[in-house]
């Protein structure tokens, strides 16, 4: 008998066999979050905060895609938000339409992507309603996650490190149909396990930032932190920083966390970080006016950072940019790495030259990770070794709030967004293994201080 996508939901509560999901008829038009392209300047002009994603973000029917012979439609019971969504919703530092035109030109198949409206998002968890003629690793009623690096494996450039391929994309941001939606389009190495223990929300938090702090701090294509390392990180208890944290706490590392709130200092101490700085509590002014950099309060943070640790920084996990980085450059140990994948607070960077040539420093550049990183960044997901730091969920049609509150730095964690889910809590197939991992550590974000 066939199935509808609104279905899929009764069907996981009902233990139906994997047959049943490969005979949900794929609908010709489903509910995604999206951005328009004729609105691409409705913020011109506009200060960055003043760009409010709850005017850019519509929740509303798209048309189905064709499905490539590589490519598997997912059916999305959970999403999360990302800072590429909060980019993409205010349409810096470009709009993602031009991404999306240059795929289209690359081929038959890429021309899909090249549409009035973009499917956002980069995170999903779901269960695999139909895979594409060339696909043998998947089938229909898998349970899985998904990552977001999309790359054209007949590529002889993504044949090392696929990070590296000359057409990489990051889905859901630079391709269309992404995971903030009811259904998605993924490639079918973009597909992962999902953790057994966790539940739909839980589970689709972790894609994107998780997989990014693993090659940072943990691949060898990062800094490969070892024990008794001191590492500092900066946004701790945001989406890349608690993971980041988890990943220095279990290489045996010591990590030196920065916040900007009591709150969020009593997170960290709850997660097991002993050093963490509250940068507003502290005032550290890095730049004096707008041009001018006081490499006095960069002195001023490396002494806090050897009186917590006793140490300076051998690594130093980097992603504000602009407001940050001289000190980062500063404060980092002799020979020491400084591995940065983004510039949140503006991208053109000043740092004094002197202390990296003279002190044998290196600043390494990162961008999200291949599908072997970020399958083994979920394996330790799986195995309960690294928690997801979901806080709070929204359902679909608040994805603009809660983009907004990414923005404006208001959360902790990640957001998560129920897309086919009717609840919080559902998709848990092993509750065994979490009760061994232990519910307080897994949704240690969720209920802080509650
Ligand atoms: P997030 O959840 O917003 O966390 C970032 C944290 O950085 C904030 O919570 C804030 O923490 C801190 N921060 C923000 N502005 C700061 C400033 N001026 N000085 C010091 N700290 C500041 O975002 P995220 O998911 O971690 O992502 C962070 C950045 O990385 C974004 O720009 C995102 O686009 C980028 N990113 C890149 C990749 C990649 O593959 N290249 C992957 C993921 C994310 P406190 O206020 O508590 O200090």
Not at 82 to 92: H, R
Request: proline share 5%; aromatic share 8%.
């Amino acid at each position: 008998m066939a199935h509808q996508l609104t279905d899929v939901p009764r069907l996981l509560a009902d233990g139906a066999p994997a047959e049943e999901f490969g005979a949900v008829e794929i609908p010709e038009s489903y509910r995604a979050a999206v951005v328009l392209k004729d609105e691409s300047e409705m913020f011109a002009g506009m200060p960055s905060d003043e760009k409010d994603p709850r005017k850019s973000v519509h929740v509303q029917d798209v048309p189905t895609p064709e499905l490539a012979p590589d490519e598997v439609f997912l059916a999305v019971m959970a999403s999360a938000i990302n800072f590429n969504t909060v980019w993409t919703s205010i349409f810096e530092p470009l709009p993602t339409f031009g991404f999306l035109e240059r795929l289209g030109r690359e081929s038959a198949w890429g021309a899909r992507h090249d549409q009035p409206f973009h499917v956002i998002g980069s995170d999903a968890a779901g269960v695999v309603l139909k895979v594409g003629s060339a696909v043998r690793t998947f089938t229909p009623g898998d349970k899985v996650t998904v990552h977001c690096n999309y790359v054209d494996d007949q590529d002889p450039s993504s044949h090392d490190d696929s990070m590296l391929a000359t057409n990489q994309r990051i889905w859901g941001f630079e391709s269309n149909y992404g995971g903030l939606a009811d259904l998605a389009v993924v490639k079918a190495n973009q597909v992962m396990p999902k953790p057994t223990h966790l539940s739909w929300e839980e589970a689709a938090c972790n894609g994107l930032t998780n997989s990014t702090s693993y090659r940072m701090l943990v691949s060898p294509n990062g800094s490969q932190i070892t024990q008794g390392q001191t590492v500092l990180v900066w946004g701790a208890s945001g989406g890349l920083g608690g993971y980041a944290c988890q990943y220095v706490l279990n290489a045996g590392a010591t990590p030196v966390a920065v916040v900007s709130s009591p709150e969020k200092v009593e997170l960290l101490h709850e997660l097991g970080v002993e050093c963490v700085i509250d940068r507003l509590a502290e005032g550290y002014h890095f730049w004096s006016d707008e041009h001018t950099q006081d490499p006095k309060e960069w002195l001023r943070l490396g002494k806090k950072i050897r009186e917590l640790a006793g140490a300076d920084a051998d690594v130093v996990f980097e992603h504000p940019g602009r407001q940050t980085m001289g000190a980062s450059v500063f404060v980092c140990k002799r020979g020491g790495t400084i591995v940065t994948c983004a510039a949140t607070s503006g991208f053109m960077i000043e740092y004094d030259n002197r202390y990296l040539w003279m002190h044998l420093k290196t600043i390494k550049g990162s961008h999200f990770a291949n599908y072997r990183e970020a399958w083994d960044a979920n394996r330790l997901v799986c195995e309960g070794k690294v928690q997801p730091i979901l806080s709070a969920v929204y359902p679909l049609t608040d994805t603009g709030e809660a983009a907004a509150q990414i923005h404006h730095n208001l959360h902790e964690g990640k957001l998560g967004v129920l897309c086919l889910a009717p609840e919080e809590g559902l998709g848990i197939d092993d509750p065994e293994l979490r009760a061994r991992v232990g519910e307080d550590k897994i949704t240690l974000f969720r209920h802080h201080g509650t």
